[in-house]
């Protein structure tokens, strides 16, 4: 079964920082582009970085670059989101996100349930 | 940024109604749209890519059209199962915008 399992969510304060990982299983996680998306409450889904297969190439939202990094180990099958200068609007479910090939134009196809983050003092 | 506006934000509708989702871009996208179901606590699911092929295992009665800046979702008999959160995603540029979501309950 095609699965991806986030983890290491949880409560921090202002300032603070945090590091997601993603467990990836069932496909050939070196062979596929990863992203993360969360969705802060109430608000919609907002892409916040992705990452290319072979690790060599990364994309950003501009509004997140300078404190979140997204690496990957493909030896361990794992995608990590290491998160710094934490801050309130931050608190949202990250979830770790496979961009599907170009077969069905780089949709996002295998989704995780999503780790809660809150930013909170 | 693409900017990505869907309407209506709710709707309400009962079991075997047909109901009509739109999503608009605030740029040219061609075909470039996805369409995602939610529910809380649930991984978000792709129903539709490429703005109108139907993801595999998704069940007919969910339809997608448009091209360009325009998109409809379209469910047709509406299930139990289908009272959820729906999101279109345009995949042309990096970032990948959402659009707001629409919720749909049952009336």
């Known amino acids: 079964e095609v699965q991806l399992v986030e983890s290491g969510g949880g409560l921090v304060q202002p300032g603070g920082s945090l590091r997601l990982s993603c467990s990836a299983s069932g496909f050939a996680f070196s062979s596929f582009y990863m992203h993360w998306v969360r969705q802060a409450p109430g608000k919609r889904l907002e892409y916040v970085l992705g990452?290319?297969?072979?690790?060599?190439?990364?994309f950003y939202t501009d509004s997140l670059r300078g404190r979140f990094t997204i690496s990957r180990d493909n030896s361990k099958n794992t995608l990590y989101l290491q998160m710094t200068s934490l801050r309130a609007d931050d608190t949202a479910v990250y979830y770790c996100v496979r961009r599907g090939n170009s077969d069905i134009l780089y949709a996002m196809d295998v989704w995780g349930r999503g780790t809660t983050v809150t930013v909170s003092s | 940024d693409i900017q990505m506006t869907q309407s209506p934000s709710s709707l309400s509708a009962s079991v075997g109604d047909r109901v009509t989702l739109t999503c608009r871009a605030s740029?040219?996208?061609?075909?470039?749209l996805n369409w995602y179901q939610h529910k809380p606590g649930k991984a978000p699911k792709l129903l539709i890519y490429a703005a109108s092929t139907l993801q595999s295992g998704v069940p007919s009665r969910f339809s997608g059209s448009g091209s360009g800046t325009e998109f409809i979702l379209t469910i047709t008999s509406l299930q139990p199962e289908d009272f959820a959160t729906y999101s279109c995603q345009q995949s042309y540029s990096i970032p990948y915008t959402f659009g707001q979501g629409t919720s749909l309950d049952i009336k």
């Open positions: 740029q040219i996208i061609s075909t470039n």
């Open positions: 990452i290319s297969s072979s690790g060599g190439s990364t």
